[in-house]
């Protein structure tokens, strides 16, 4: 170990483990300075520390908003080899390593009614300031901006296991990279305080791990995380069992994950290739599974599966023994449960935050397009309720049509366009997806009931888009079909309705679409 003395600054708002980092760096020969609250932590936990006022010879001043903006710190952070001599004569104290995070100006934002003066307050300069002087003078100085990566410093300072110099690299990277969130965050946040702009100019995202290839096995892919992140998301899921998540499986878990959350009772989505293809809300989720998987068991082969409440042993055994299944998400599984799915140890099983507990709602979705992306908000509407629709038919529809007309509006929104659904007791018996003409979808989806044997009397049929002509609904007609939602909004519309009174046929308007392209 060497004798020679070695300083350390550390102010952090993020004071996690910084007893453990602090006594390793003085059981290595290190000096600590520190700041204001972290000082007043460190001396709490019996750490010897500095105050920075003995460094700079100068008082924290206006509440803490000056303290390290001083030469004798920045130039203690930039110092290079080559300038020992100018720091001797300064009498200047070179900085081998500074932990810094950031005044918490995100977490700050997020509190509800949060006054436009105390998230100014949290803009941190100083830390930025001193993060990318250490950051760009990597070779001299170690910066560390999350406590979890202090075990790393620890495991790897002066060890054979990683240079020096590439650990600095290493952190240095993810400083530049954590500054350059922050300064984002402010700036989007400005934008919509000061402009009033509702999509932010800047987006910045954190790559949470690379998948084993894209769509195709030609192509690469990474998994990536919006650091705006909703808290009901795949992305924000835990993997309990199976081998990781293909990029296939993510977009088809997304869809079945997004579309369940919107049911109150025991719920079941299956998705097939991004669409579902059988959904279901019963008493108990045995029931919801067993009619979701009956409306095209054959899709349903290699599918996801969605569930809105607890998976026990008996609905996990009745899946496995049933179907081959890629993906099973709920938001709670069962120890039975789990230990049977070990049987099938490539099934992956995905637990997910009760969205009971959780706000999603502002969230932004963003789709690529070549040389850019659009950016769009999530599509939900707090006028998109059953109770809001308006019946534009003579024939009025009856309480349990109205139940199935809101059900198949839900699954409606998750089938890629043009969508059709068909719905009796709040299970799908049919699903028609992605076709360039409506009819077709709807041929489709008749046809889907037909080969699972499933009738269609008196059932209710759902579509994402207006009807451009009467044709879908003389086709629900034949079909046994009593009631029909859709947006309105086509020059034909009373055509359509003149159709739908001519065949007594019930007719809701919603007066919002749900295109999914």
């Known amino acids: 170990m060497s004798t020679n003395k070695k300083y350390a600054l550390i102010s952090v708002s993020d004071k996690s483990n910084i007893e453990e980092l602090a006594n390793?760096?003085?059981s290595n020969n290190f000096k600590i300075i520190s700041t204001g609250g972290t000082y007043k932590k460190l001396k709490e936990l019996k750490v010897e520390v500095v105050s920075i006022s003995e460094i700079t010879n100068f008082p924290e001043i206006m509440d803490g908003?000056?303290?390290?903006?001083?030469?004798?710190?920045h130039a203690g952070l930039l110092a290079r080899k080559c300038d020992d001599q100018i720091?001797?004569?300064?009498?200047?104290?070179r900085i081998d390593v500074l932990v810094v995070n950031f005044y918490?100006?995100?977490?700050?934002i997020n509190k509800p009614n949060v006054e436009f003066e105390d998230a100014i307050e949290n803009i941190d300069i100083g830390g930025p300031a001193m993060v990318r002087a250490a950051a760009k003078n990597y070779l001299n100085c170690t910066v560390l901006t999350n406590p979890n990566d202090y075990d790393y410093f620890i495991n790897n300072y002066n060890s054979q296991k990683i240079s020096d110099e590439d650990m600095n690299k290493n952190m240095s990277l993810k400083a530049f990279q954590y500054v350059a969130h922050y300064d984002v965050c402010i700036a989007n946040y400005l934008d919509?305080?000061?402009?009033?702009?509702?999509?932010?100019?800047?987006?910045?995202?954190?790559?949470?791990?690379?998948?084993?290839?894209?769509?195709?096995?030609?192509?690469?892919?990474?998994?990536?995380?919006?650091?705006?992140?909703?808290?009901?998301?795949?992305?924000?899921?835990?993997?309990?069992?199976?081998?990781?998540?293909?990029?296939?499986?993510?977009?088809?878990?997304?869809?079945?994950?997004?579309?369940?959350?919107?049911?109150?009772?025991?719920?079941?989505?299956?998705?097939?290739?991004?669409?579902?293809?059988?959904?279901?809300?019963?008493?108990?989720?045995?029931?919801?599974?067993?009619?979701?998987?009956?409306?095209?068991?054959?899709?349903a082969f290699g599918g996801v599966i969605a569930f809105n409440s607890e998976v026990n042993e008996e609905l996990m055994k009745s899946i496995l023994d049933n179907q081959?299944?890629?993906?099973?998400?709920?938001?709670?599984?069962?120890?039975?449960?789990?230990?049977?799915?070990?049987?099938?140890?490539?099934?992956?099983?995905?637990?997910?935050?009760d969205y009971k507990k959780t706000n999603s709602n502002n969230a932004k979705q963003i789709k690529n397009i070549s040389d850019g992306i659009l950016m769009q908000d999530l599509d939900y509407s707090k006028e998109d309720k059953i109770q809001k629709y308006k019946v534009v038919s003579k024939r009025l529809p009856t309480q349990e049509e109205l139940d199935d007309l809101g059900f198949a509006w839900i699954v409606a929104k998750y089938v890629k366009s043009n969508a059709i659904v068909f719905v009796k007791n709040k299970k799908t018996l049919g699903i028609g997806a992605g076709q360039m003409s409506r009819i077709d979808s709807t041929?489709?989806?008749?046809?889907?009931?037909?080969?699972?044997?499933?009738?269609?009397?008196?059932?209710?049929?759902?579509?994402?888009?207006?009807?451009?002509?009467?044709?879908?609904?003389?086709?629900?007609a034949q079909l046994g079909i009593k009631a029909i939602i859709q947006p309105g909004g086509s020059k034909n519309d009373q055509e359509v309705i003149d159709k739908a009174n001519e065949l007594n046929l019930s007719l809701v308007f919603t007066g919002i679409r749900h295109f999914r392209h």
């Open 24 to 26: 390793f760096l003085i």
């Open 87 to 93: 720091l001797s004569e300064l009498n200047i104290k």
């Open 192 to 299: 919509k305080e000061i402009k009033g702009e509702s999509f932010p100019r800047f987006h910045t995202f954190k790559k949470i791990s690379d998948l084993r290839y894209g769509e195709n096995p030609h192509q690469k892919a990474s998994l990536f995380q919006n650091y705006n992140e909703r808290e009901v998301s795949i992305v924000n899921s835990k993997t309990l069992q199976g081998k990781e998540l293909s990029f296939n499986n993510i977009v088809d878990g997304d869809t079945a994950l997004s579309c369940v959350i919107n049911f109150e009772k025991p719920s079941c989505v299956i998705v097939k290739h991004a669409n579902p293809c059988g959904v279901s809300s019963d008493n108990n989720l045995q029931d919801a599974y067993k009619n979701a998987y009956l409306t095209d068991s054959v899709s």
């Open 443 to 476: 041929f489709i989806a008749s046809k889907k009931a037909e080969q699972a044997n499933i009738i269609l009397d008196n059932a209710v049929m759902a579509s994402d888009a207006f009807f451009p002509f009467s044709d879908n609904v003389e086709k629900a």
């Open 65 to 73: 908003r000056v303290k390290t903006l001083h030469p004798n710190v």
């Open 104 to 108: 918490p100006f995100q977490s700050t």
């Open 324 to 353: 081959f299944v890629e993906l099973i998400i709920a938001p709670l599984f069962s120890k039975d449960a789990l230990e049977y799915a070990k049987t099938k140890k490539n099934v992956r099983i995905i637990e997910y935050i």
